[in-house]
């Protein structure tokens, strides 16, 4: 049986993917932050051991060499998380969280498991988003991490050729998940976490974003949307280099690549009522 790391399996998109996995036949180490979650998980299917992984702990990821096989068919670098707010009220220590778990962990696990990946000529999936090629007001943070984690899998797709490891990013869209259930009391968060300044400026962006996201969730994608891309790429005999995740997300990206960059601007500021 194959077997494969998924960061980020807790919940959402990286629990769906280790359940469709697991389905598969895949031998499952399914990256969980607390124990509660992995025994959810583990009481789901046989296939699953869940591994104690908080992408940004050294510790836990330096324990994945007592925990991974030595060889290694497939990480999925799924773990991530969303920093809300306008570039210019969002703090660098904000920023730095943001690219910490979205960057920085995903290079770190990918450090850490790519001789045994090398051993089993496997593969690497990173996670993004139509984030990381059509850009989002109110997002930078989170749509700067997923640019860069695109632009990390080209290099790295090119650097491990000749040992044929393929390397694919995944782009979900708008997704069913905690935080597209919980967005509006993100979003009251985030304002109420604006300095009063900041709030005045951004009033109608925030009130478009309110509406925007109102009219998104009820189009959300369900979770195995996701995770049956995922398993085909890492399945497909020539994998591409990047698959949209449904539907939205393929039109999201198509539209983002085909207009000019103005004209996407102002669909962008009209979907947010921006004057």
């Known amino acids: 049986m194959p077997s494969v790391l998924i960061t980020g399996a807790g919940r959402g998109i990286g629990e ?3 359940l469709r996995l697991a389905g598969a036949g895949w031998t499952v180490l399914a990256g969980v932050r607390n124990d509660s979650s992995g025994d959810r998980l583990a009481a789901q299917d046989d296939r699953i051991a869940p591994v104690l992984l908080d992408v940004t702990n050294e510790a836990h990821v330096a324990a994945l060499t007592d925990r991974l096989p030595d060889r290694l068919d497939a990480v999925v670098n799924n ?20 690219f910490e778990v979205n960057l920085f962990g995903q290079v ?12 089993a000529n496997g593969r690497i999936v990173f996670v993004s988003s139509t984030g990381g090629r059509a850009p989002v007001p109110m997002e930078g943070a989170y749509c700067a991490s997923k640019f860069a984690l695109e632009g990390l899998a080209d290099v790295l797709r090119l650097e491990l050729r000749p ?7 995944v782009e979900p869209g708008p997704t069913d998940t905690g935080p597209w259930r919980e967005i509006q009391s993100m ?22 974003m309110r509406k925007l996201v109102s009219r998104l969730q009820s189009r959300t994608a369900p979770p195995d949307v996701v995770a049956r891309v ?4 890492l399945t ?8 949209p995740a449904g539907a939205q997300a393929r ?12 004209l996407n601007d102002a669909i962008g500021a009209r979907l947010l009522g921006l004057r």
């Open 163 to 169: 040992w044929h490891i393929d390397v694919s990013v």
């Open 108 to 119: 770190a696990v990918t450090q850490a498991v790519l001789p045994r990946i090398r051993a």
């Open 79 to 98: 773990a991530g998380i969303g920093v809300l707010g306008p570039v210019e009220a969002v703090s660098i220590p904000e920023f730095r969280r943001q």
């Open 16 to 18: 769906a993917i280790a």
């Open 251 to 262: 039109a999201m990206v198509t539209m983002n690549a085909v207009l000019p960059t103005r």
């Open 187 to 208: 979003l009251a968060a985030m304002e109420q976490g604006m300095s009063t300044t900041h709030r005045e400026l951004y009033a109608q962006h925030i009130s478009g």
């Open 236 to 243: 497909a005999r020539r994998p591409r280099a990047r698959y």
């Open 230 to 233: 995922v398993e085909q790429a």
